[in-house]
């Protein structure tokens, strides 16, 4: 009843302020010399306050001057590493920043500590100067080192105050987007978890809209989501964008990948042009840099990666292990039973299909599930849940869970398949080794791929480990006996499947939809790869056949986005961006004033540049799935969505809420 009673106080409370709001809003165009004053006068407070870092222990070794942030991280807008990997070093395991000395909301200090989060990790002391300051960033940590929070907290500490001072309103003031419904939720949950006086919301697809609506009617200050399901609310006039102050791309190099940039330029035409833009992810390719401008204004870039340097997190030991194709499936038992030691596993593969028979087929041994695109959102909560409490410890994903998971005490990470490309191997394993934890991941290959996990090694700044082979007797020994030879799954022998037959085996002996041919071939006609798919399997990792998509996967940076551009981006980015949001943007943020009429220039020359690689032909085909919303796009060229378009892009996909369009992974 109390519940009831304050929701409706404070729906109520919410419309009033969103009617003083617009009010404001007319107020603060009238008066925008005078706002602008004001927004400065409580912006050098935000400086000041945070100022005070320079004397925090530890820092007074290195003296703060006028090139660097008084966290002594040095910074400039070029893409160079800014803040010092030694800087890092010199944090990390150190006395670490105390949160609660930072003068940053009592809520949240305490949300924080009830946590166990008491100090600031590296990234999230090289982010909250400038974020607090209103800067827009490219911000790059290893994986598992606290990025959510490295843009949470200054986010949240704003809109607290920004609360505090002017009520709180019925539209959103941050917006979060995310590559996959799993990630959305964890990022949305680390908000609620870390500001639980904060209404949030995450939206997504596969569950019912309706509520999504109903919660956004309520009042939301955090929208996190992906961005099929808020287009859609944005179409059916329940999501209302023009209060965003503060955007988050997570993982951004994804988000901003061909096809799946569209999307995200379609929801960013419906945010103001005065706001705050971040972008996050441990892996930062070299085509991003040119496609950030168009997002992001004067960005300032946070790099504790590097580029000579490893990329992955420390504490992850690396093992590789040579296994004929055939043979893979039997080798999995040993391999975790001996590096697993009871922990929990994830094992990636490349096709939805793959994982469902990995999966079943170990579930004789092992308490192991699927999680893919294909299995439905309330079964992938559960299974994801499941594995999070420990109900079972094999998880067997595609790519849909590379990115962002933070799942507790993964010890083990298994590459059955290679992935597509190095930044999908730095996120796969950075599902282990997160928050300064130790783990292993071990890379599955066949001789052919040897080249790719050269490649791997040299992109990533890695080396294997060899592990000796494991020689299963015949093919028929070990934990998956069955698989390897055939028995009961007839995995890659015996007669060749109608839809598999190029890899000649695949075919199930006793039940059909179990063969367990790689798929490819004939199920992805016009990708070229049948040639190599008796020697190189995986249809491009050194095989002869990869050279039309395989040599831009293991270039790396090559895999630029080719960017079909919706028409009319600039034009319709340009009214939106230029469309007054004053009353926000200078009370909040400031410097944006350029971005509007800018951009849309900027644009044009990103476009034209980034059209590298000659990917274009691909982007229909492999983003179908990604749009609900854009029937245009879901064509479905691609006769098999789970493995040729990675094949050719070898960047994860974006999972969405695609009702009609087939997801990737
Ligand atoms: N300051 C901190 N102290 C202790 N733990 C923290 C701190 N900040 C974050 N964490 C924890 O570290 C873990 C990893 O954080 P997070 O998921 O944000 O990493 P990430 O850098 O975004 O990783 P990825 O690149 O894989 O997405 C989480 O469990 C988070 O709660």
Redesign the pocket.
């Known amino acids: 009843m109390n519940t009831v009673l304050k929701r409706t106080a404070s729906l109520v409370s919410r419309r009033i302020l969103t009617a003083s709001a617009q009010t404001l809003l007319h107020h603060f165009h009238s008066t925008a010399a005078a706002a602008a004053n004001t927004t400065r006068n409580a912006e050098t407070l935000f400086v000041n306050r945070f100022r005070s870092f320079a004397s925090f222990p530890g820092s007074s070794a290195r003296g703060f001057h006028a090139q660097s942030g008084p966290l002594n991280f040095r910074a400039s807008p070029s893409w160079k590493a800014e803040y010092a990997i030694e800087d890092y070093d010199d944090e990390k395991g150190g006395d670490g920043l105390e949160i609660s000395s930072l003068g940053i909301a009592p809520e949240i200090v305490s949300a924080l500590k009830n ?3 008491t ?3 590296p ?2 002391r090289a982010v909250l100067e400038p974020a607090m300051q209103g800067r827009d960033m490219i911000g790059r ?9 490295a843009f949470g907290i200054p986010i949240m500490d704003k809109i607290i105050r920004y609360n505090a001072e002017h009520g709180r309103g019925r539209n959103p003031l941050c917006l979060v987007l995310a590559p996959t419904r799993e990630l959305a939720k964890q990022v949305e949950k ?1 908000f609620h978890e870390s500001a639980p006086n904060l209404d949030t919301i995450c939206v997504y697809g596969g569950t019912p809209i309706s509520r999504q609506m109903r919660q956004l009617d309520y009042g939301v200050d955090v929208a996190v989501g992906t961005p099929g399901r808020i287009i859609d609310l944005l179409k059916r006039g329940a999501l209302n964008l023009t209060e965003v102050q503060f955007l988050v791309i997570d ?1 951004a190099d994804q988000m901003l990948q061909v096809g799946f940039a569209e999307d995200v330029e379609t929801i960013l035409e419906r945010l103001p042009a005065n706001r705050q833009s971040m972008m ?3 892996t930062m390719p070299k085509w991003i840099k040119s496609l950030t401008q168009k997002y992001l204004k004067n960005p300032l870039t946070i790099d504790l990666v590097g580029e000579s340097d490893q990329k992955l997190a420390e504490g992850i030991s690396l093992y590789s292990i040579a296994a004929d194709m055939h043979r893979k499936a039997s080798i999995l038992g040993p391999l975790i039973t001996e590096h697993a030691k009871g922990g929990k596993c994830i094992v990636f593969t490349q096709t939805k299909r793959d994982a469902d028979r990995l999966a079943y087929a170990m579930a004789r041994n092992f308490k192991c599930e699927a999680l893919h695109g294909d299995i439905s959102q309330s079964q992938r909560e559960r299974t994801l849940s499941g594995f999070r409490d420990g109900h079972f410890n094999i998880l067997v994903a595609t790519d849909v869970a590379a ?2 998971l ?1 799942i ?1 005490s993964v010890d083990l990470i298994i590459h059955y398949e290679l992935p597509n490309t190095s930044e999908t191997f730095v ?1 796969r394993t ?1 599902r282990t080794g ?2 300064g934890r130790k783990g292993s991941a071990i890379l599955i290959y066949t001789q052919e791929q040897s080249r790719a996990v050269r490649v791997i090694e040299r992109e990533v700044g890695c080396r294997f480990s060899e592990l000796p082979r494991i020689e299963v007797e015949g093919g028929s020994t070990g934990m998956f006996n069955e698989m390897g030879a055939g028995g009961r799954f007839g995995l890659f022998r015996g007669t060749p499947d109608r839809r598999y037959g190029d890899m000649g085996s695949g075919r199930s002996g006793r039940k059909g939809e179990y063969g367990f041919g790689r798929p490819g071939g004939n199920k992805s006609p016009g990708f070229g790869r049948a040639g190599s798919q008796f020697s190189g399997e995986m249809g491009g990792y050194g095989g002869p056949s990869f050279s039309r998509f395989g040599s831009n996967n293991w270039s790396g940076n090559l895999g630029g986005p080719a960017f079909g551009r919706p028409s009319g981006f600039g034009d319709s980015s340009k009214s939106d961006r230029s469309s007054g949001f004053g009353s926000f943007g200078p009370r909040r943020t400031r410097g944006f004033g350029g971005f509007g009429s800018s951009n849309p220039d900027r644009f044009g020359d990103n476009h034209s540049g980034q059209t590298v690689g000659g990917f274009g032909s691909f982007g229909s085909g492999r983003f179908g799935e990604f749009d609900e919303n854009h029937s245009n796009q879901s064509s479905g060229t691609h006769g098999d969505s789970q493995s040729s378009h990675f094949s050719s892009f070898g960047g994860s996909n974006v999972d969405d809420d695609q009702s009609t369009g087939r997801r990737p992974f």
């Open positions: 946590k166990g989060i100090k600031l990790f990234i999230q940590a290893k994986t598992g080192t606290g990025k959510t929070l680390e993982e996050f992810s441990a990115r962002g933070d507790p996120h950075g997160r928050a």
